[in-house]
């Protein structure tokens, strides 16, 4: 008997490229409870003078009636944040027990004077405002398409559940950047899902928090104004310049306005008796071009560059003229010793250079200008969510590597929008492999205490393996793979920076028995920052590259 030939329907061919219906569920649930677990176990360890901050806008929200929040200055600690923060610092405010109270947590003195008390309750209330980053990842993970979208979701939501960068900063150094991410996170997904009144919205309630986010604010304009409020149209006409017609969705464009408008209006209308003091503490221009700490950037190797300019100077009596004739510097400067010594140490005024030019905050305002408009182009074109994306971490590299007065904590700006896509494509595993492990190794000064050293350097190696590993199991293979050196050199970076924070950690250890060290105080320090500031800076160009060269990876699709 002859067998018949069955052929499927197009039915059955539907029904085997759908999903297993046992398709397994993504869930940050176990991870939350790993990190609760660490994170109560570090409520007792160091804390820096931003937990004093903290507690005072505590003591000012909960004592003082509004109107004087912004002009309150008996601690130097003054309220230097947006209003939101200021009511959610008022809503914490309300909650003070009574032991906590009775501990100094709401006294408006000129130094805290407080106990275990109120440590425990500032670092309860940094734990529990988390939940709402582990709502925003969860949220990515749930309204992720397909089964291999979740999976590399999943991978991502976890990094940044687990990141270093927040357990350094909030959770031992004492901050509150994990509930502000997760709220970043809220816009970046409203926008993935195309629900542009939504992103609007987050991002505008985002700027009333923390006006650090001003970073990233161009990249939010320029899609949401392409993507939702203009409309292009191509005719068949043979002119160029009347193919495109440039339609203006001013019922889109209204919706939106008014959305952002309310948001603000929310925030600042209770201050406008005191909005020229609110408006001079949120821009404090009068700081200097560094942080106290340098910040990995481009003027971190700038300063250290005028360093070495002036030791050759100095020893080198043959380099004197060249010097003198190439920067047009006074010489009588690099005999007070005493003013070298200050300078080298980075302080908050004005940092003054000595044979390099001076640079100036409309310089640095140009130069970051200059790089976000670059990256603005491709998304007026192109507004897709990864064109979104990738234009939003060149904005946050570019105020990072250029901006005046940046502070180190704000590479976390870059790293969590890079996070979002780097599954996405193996070639951008490099440039985020080098951003993170300097991006993050560039906090560990933050904690020089001996106590959590194990804790920062342990929990960071150990966070870098496994998810170096997890990332390239995930990601996708491109068509054309290229640049497996280009690995091998940023890999060989990576291993040696490993030997960095060695060295610099048997520094700071020695330095305690040997009081000579302390004359080098300053010297680790610049050595996080220039060796951070060329890996940043070298993750900059590669991303850069991939996003200007390479259109495969920004096109939409899984």
Known sequence: MAMKKVIP???????????PPTSRKYTLFNIWIVSLALKLLLMVGYHSTDFDVHRNWLAITSKLPISQWYTENTSQWTLDYPPFFAFFEWVLSQFVPPVV???????IVEKGQYGLPTVYFQRVTVILSEVVLFVALQW??????????????????????????LMLIDHIHFQYN???YGVLLLCLNSARLERYLLCGFWFAVLLCFKHIYLYLAPAVFVFLLRAYCLKFKWSKKLNFVANVVCIVQWKNALKLAGVVTSVFAVAFLPFYNTLPQLLSRLFPFSRGLTHAYWAPNMWALYSFFDRVLIQIYKRIPVSRFLLKRVFQFDASLLSHDELLKTSTRGIVGNIEFFILPQITPKLTFLLTLFYQVMALIPLFLQPTYRRFIGAMTLCGYASFLFGWHVHEKAILLVIFPLTLIVSRDK??????????ACGYGSLFPLIFTCN?????????????IIFYFNFRKVSRVPKKTSGSMIDRVLNGYI???IFVVSFTSIIDLLSNKFSMLKRFEFLNLMIYSVYCGIGVISSWNTFSWLYFVDDEIWTEGE
């Open 9 to 19: 329907s197009n039915n059955a061919k539907l029904q085997s490229t759908k999903e």
């Open 101 to 107: 109270a009775r501990d100094g947590c709401l006294d």
């Open 495 to 497: 291993l040696v920076f």
């Open 140 to 165: 990515i993970i749930d309204t992720s398409s397909t089964h291999a979208l979740r999976r590399r979701m999943y991978v991502a939501t976890a990094s940044l559940a687990l990141s270093p960068g």
């Open 452 to 464: 959590e050293w194990l804790v920062k350097v342990l929990y960071t190696l150990l966070w870098y």
């Open 427 to 436: 070639r951008l595993l490099p440039a985020y492999n080098l951003l993170v």
């Open 178 to 180: 994990g509930m502000m």
